[in-house]
């Protein structure tokens, strides 16, 4: 049997292993790690919750720790990347638990928090540098770190991050950090347009891939409920008080944020504990939210695709689908937050008339036919004695005068996008009559 000593991991990786349990690697950390330690690029593909994040950690601590540098100021040995705050913070407490007892220092910076903290934290300089793009970035312009000393560079979920639109972002660091590196990627799903991109930032990698690409795991059991749009509240509630002594934790993913606290407020109606976790929640939120969906003091979080990689909590049993994705790939993410560490797991879609063709899209790429689950007997007699969550009363005008969009609209935008401004800012060139109208106030 393999074990983590006979892969060439140093004594003091194998003992923060053994103190957190960990004795057989997993098979992409079989496949990735003696690559890795011979300094080599890799471009590793796996299932979600296959043990990626420990697969490039555990050979980089140990090539930083036997290759220990004085830190420079402003400056960082590795880089890794990562598409959102969560997943940011997870990674860096591995690399912390990994290298306890290899004198390795790591810092994570991200969005939604006061940056100078964070100028301050990297001022010395730091071994290990965890980030996402925009706010590295920002940091960079603001000289806070220097990039030109970067060993090496990762980027983790490397699908997400392009899907997201950080291709641009990832093109100027890839400008800044040197040539000579060693360079990762690592996702669960590498389509050829991204395949082809990764290419440009990989030399001559090992490819790696434990699954077939874009498989669902195999423990989790699939099924699907066709049912009307607006009957999907009802049948989620129903759903969960039906299967309350089954439910160990919940995810439910909604695709916008303002569905996802739509969600919230009528299953909180209905007397269900849970919480929202997406991008308009401050980072306190998202934090808080976690904590106890983490500990259990909450058993239901509703997300939107963004915390489907950033997510990795023991114990999730349901994966709820209230909508589809639109990308059939973020359905093997989704599904993926379940049946980790060897235990099953449950995930249920719900499919409206308008979603079937988004069903047929991630039939053709898992190649596993959804199993039909009729719904809840005596379903109509039941929604309607559910109860509708508490209207807030109406918020009063501004003094300065409300504004909105001359179609009288407001547009939930998708996560992980950009806010966008209708009109220009106060004394701006270039306004546009009309783009933003006046409806209140003095």
Known sequence: MTTFASLGLSKPILAALEAKGYNTPTPIQMQAIPPLLEGKDLCGIAQTGTGKTAAFALPSIQYLSENQQPLRPHQCRMLVLSPTRELAAQIADSFKTYGKQSRISVECVFGGVPINRQIR????????????PGRLLDLVDQRAINLKQVE???????????????????????????????????????PKTIAD????????????????????????????????????QALLTLTLQAEEAAID????????????????KNLQAARIPCAAIHGNKSQGQRTAALDAFRKGEIRILVATDIAA???????????????????????????????????????????????RAYLKQIERLTRVQLEQRPLPSNFDAEKHKLPKPVAKPEAPKRSQGNYRRDDGQRRDRPEGGERRRYGPKPGGVGAHKGSVRKTGGR
Not at 153 to 177: C, N, P, S
Not at 215 to 223: G, I, L, M, P, Y
């Open 121 to 132: 934290a990297l001022a010395r300089g730091v071994d290990v540098l965890v980030a996402t």
């Open 152 to 190: 090496i560079f990762v980027l983790d979920e490397a699908d997400q991050m392009l899907d997201l639109g950080f291709i641009h972002a990832l093109k100027r660091i890839a400008t800044i950090i040197p040539k000579q590196r060693q360079s990762l990627f690592f996702s669960a799903t590498m």
């Open 249 to 264: 934790r919940a995810l439910i993913f909604t695709r916008t944020k303002h569905g996802a606290d739509r969600v919230v």
């Open 309 to 355: 990689r950033g997510i990795d909590v023991s114990g999730v049993s349901h994966v709820i689908n209230f909508e589809l994705p639109n990308v059939a790939e973020q359905y093997v993410h989704r599904i993926g937050r379940t049946a980790r560490a060897g235990r099953e797991g449950i995930a249920i879609s719900f499919v409206d008339g308008e979603e």
């Open 197 to 232: 991109l990764g290419a440009q930032f990989l030399n001559d990698p090992v490819k790696v891939s434990v699954a077939p690409q874009s498989t669902t795991a195999e423990r989790v059991e699939q099924f699907v409920t066709f049912v009307h749009a607006k009957e999907k």
